[in-house]
């Protein structure tokens, strides 16, 4: 059973950082990609960022957050982490991790989410 773990939430203030890490319980090499969603209030959920794991670790961002964040892996954490920087109020949200195989079956595998709050 895969499971994944966030941590790393919390409150900053405008144009603070934070460091969002996403622990899988096993390796993560069984994944073709991993994720990071966000959700905000009333709002649907969105991609921030991905990272390859079977392709050698391609990255991309949405472009709402591009030159703000940063998406990483550290292969033998088997963990994912996201470095949120120059944060801005229309960054909270609960943040959640997803790992995608491409099967078959087709899996996604999420995990219960972080809360982020950006607020003076």
């Known amino acids: 059973q895969v499971q994944l773990v966030e941590s790393g939430g919390g409150l900053a203030q405008p144009g603070g950082s934070l460091r969002l890490s996403c622990a899988a319980s096993g390796s993560i090499f069984i994944f073709d990609s991993m994720s990071w969603y966000r959700q905000a209030p009333g709002k649907s959920r969105e991609v921030v960022a991905t990272?390859?794991?079977?392709?050698?670790?391609?990255?991309n961002e949405a472009e709402s957050v591009k030159g703000r964040f940063t998406i990483s892996r550290d292969n033998e954490k088997n963990t994912i982490y996201l470095q949120m920087n120059s944060l801005h109020s229309e960054d909270t949200a609960v943040y959640f991790c997803?790992?995608?195989?491409?099967?078959?079956?087709?899996?996604?595998?999420w995990g219960q989410g972080t809360q982020v709050t950006v607020s003076p």
């Open positions: 990272i390859g794991i079977a392709d050698g670790g391609r990255t």
């Open positions: 997803m790992a995608f195989r491409r099967g078959p079956p087709l899996t996604q595998y």
